[in-house]
Structures are given as structure tokens and as C-alpha cells.
């Protein structure tokens, strides 16, 4: 059986979809298995024996982040070790390590808890989603960040999810960590025309600096520490860490990732 978890979500509804029938989703009310329309089950990740595995069973571990995650996620990778589960297939973030920042950080540490657990593996290893862009522009529209001409290889999250599907449904490979990318890496500025192309209105990327970005995030409630960590975040990534684009999406699917434009599109 394959047990999906974060499945109402983004990448979790687009693997549901890519996989068909064979497939229980863990939920976190009953309301939300009935609207997926599959086999699920209502469990938390907060207590994983409420999610049952099975020798031979293949998981779908992700969710968003949030204070507990850490310590949930690692409980719930103990748990499939102990069921004897074929094969955990989870999602993190492009280059991450335990002493990134923020988020970054949090599945730097379980990553590390998975690698380390017996259980085989695969990490999904992406980029930001394209999914979110339209979403971080404002009401005047503007995107603000500190990328500077940091460049990104944003990624349509249904492409994880098929990716995703593929590991899960194809014999199971040897452990390992794919990094996954869009098919090409804009600029804000680039990311910036190309939404004004597709809404029709015209965006504009605000450049910001380090402590620019951190009053800003500050005004918009965020609180001190985490305002000025996620300002340095976005100055990390801008010094070109996710400039590359990779292949990896096309050598799983055989099919190129879809641009930017095309997603902005359908
Ligand atoms: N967004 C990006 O640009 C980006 C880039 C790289 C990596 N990522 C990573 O991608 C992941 C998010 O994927 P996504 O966008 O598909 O997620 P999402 O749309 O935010 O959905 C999160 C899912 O997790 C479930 N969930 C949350 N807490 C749970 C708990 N305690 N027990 C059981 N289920 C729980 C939610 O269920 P409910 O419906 O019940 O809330 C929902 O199904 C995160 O790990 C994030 O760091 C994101």
C-alpha cells in the first residue's frame, strides 16, 4: 500500500491525483478523505501510531512546517522503521543542512533523522513552488525580497508530486537526495514580467536590503528574530545557490518540468 500524509495539501492532492486508486491518504478529519475520494485514514503526524504501516508499505512523508515538526516527522520515520515499511519518499528543500536557517534548518535535522534510520529513502530536494508566486505579490502590485539578481529554477509542485508518484510506484531505487528544479532559473525581475504578463496588470520586484526586508517583514507582524531570518534567507538564495537548473525531472518523467510561462498559463 502506499500511505500519502500531507495529503490535502499542494504536492499532496497532485500525487493522490497522479496516482490513481492504490493509494491511502492520511487525513486529519474524515470530511477531508471523503472530498479526496480515496482510501484514507484519519491520523496526525503529531502521534504517528495513528497512521498505520505495514511491512512492505511505501510513505509519502511530508506537511508543512510548524513549531513540532521536527520532533513529528522524526517520530513518524521511528514508526515506519518499526513497521518494516519498503521505502519513505519525503520532501525538503534544495542544499539544506541542520544549521540552516528557519525552515531550512528544521528539514536539514530530519533529513539527517532519515538518512541515519535504516529505513530506504528518497528526499525530494526542490526549489520555491511556482504555485506561490501570484500569491507574494501586493495590492500595489509589488513582490519585495532580498534576492537581489539572484537567479531561482522555480518549480511547479505537480511536478514533485509526479515525481514523487514515480519513486513511489517504480521499483524502489537506492537511497538519494534529487534535487528538482523548473526548467529554467528567472531573476525577480524576470519572475516580476513574467506575472505581469499573466495577470494582465503590472508587477514590479522590490529589491530590499537585509535590514530593509527585515522592517518590512516586521510591519507585516512577524516577529523580530524570524523577520531577520527570513530576510537573510532570501539573501542567501539570491547569492545563486538555486541558479542551476537540474535534469532531474526530465530524467525521471521523460518530460521536461513546466516553465514558468506555462504554468502561469494553465
Ligand atoms: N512552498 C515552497 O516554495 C517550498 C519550497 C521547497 C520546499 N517546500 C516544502 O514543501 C512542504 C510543503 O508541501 P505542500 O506545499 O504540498 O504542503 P501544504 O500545501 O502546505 O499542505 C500541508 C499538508 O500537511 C498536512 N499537515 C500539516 N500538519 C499536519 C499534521 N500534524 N498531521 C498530519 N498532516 C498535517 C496538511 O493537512 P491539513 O489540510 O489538515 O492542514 C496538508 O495536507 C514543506 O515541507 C515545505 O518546507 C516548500
Given at each position: 500500500m502506499i500511505v500519502v500524509t500531507g495529503a490535502t495539501g499542494t504536492i499532496g492532492r497532485a500525487l493522490i491525483e497522479e496516482l490513481g486508486g492504490e493509494v491511502r491518504a492520511v487525513v486529519r478529519r474524515a470530511e477531508q478523505g471523503e472530498e479526496l475520494g480515496c482510501g484514507y485514514v484519519v491520523g496526525d503526524l503529531e502521534q504517528p501510531t495513528s497512521i498505520p504501516l505495514k511491512p512492505g508499505d511505501r510513505l509519502f512523508l511530508n506537511s508543512a512546517l510548524w513549531p513540532g515538526f521536527i520532533d513529528a516527522h522524526m517520530a513518524v520515520i521511528d514508526h515506519a522503521r518499526a513497521a518494516n515499511v519498503a521505502q519513505v519518499v519525503t520532501v525538503s528543500v534544495r542544499g539544506v543542512t541542520s544549521s540552516s536557517l528557519l525552515g531550512f534548518g528544521m528539514h536539514g535535522q530530519v533529513d539527517e533523522h532519515l538518512k541515519a534510520s535504516g529505513v530506504p529513502w528518497s528526499i525530494l530536494a526542490p526549489v520555491?513552488?511556482?504555485?506561490n508566486l501570484a500569491g507574494d505579490?501586493?495590492?500595489?502590485?509589488r513582490i519585495f525580497g532580498s534576492y537581489g539578481k539572484g537567479r531561482v529554477g522555480y518549480i511547479d509542485a505537480r511536478d514533485i508530486a509526479a515525481v514523487a508518484a514515480a519513486l513511489l510506484t517504480h521499483p524502489i531505487e537506492a537511497d538519494d537526495t534529487y534535487e528538482l528544479t523548473g526548467p529554467t532559473a528567472p531573476t525577480y525581475d524576470e519572475v516580476a514580467a513574467e506575472l505581469t504578463r499573466a495577470l494582465g496588470r503590472t508587477v514590479r520586484y522590490l529589491d530590499l536590503t537585509v535590514e530593509e526586508a527585515t522592517a518590512h517583514l516586521e510591519k507585516r507582524g512577524m516577529p523580530s528574530q524570524a523577520a531577520h531570518d527570513l530576510a537573510e534567507l532570501m539573501s542567501q538564495i539570491g547569492?545563486?545557490?538555486?541558479a542551476s537548473t537540474t535534469t532531474t525531472v526530465a530524467d525521471i518523467l521523460g518530460r521536461e518540468p513546466r516553465s514558468l510561462r506555462e504554468f502561469l498559463g494553465s
Open positions: 520555491g513552488f511556482m504555485q505579490v501586493d495590492e500595489e502590485g547569492d545563486g545557490r538555486w
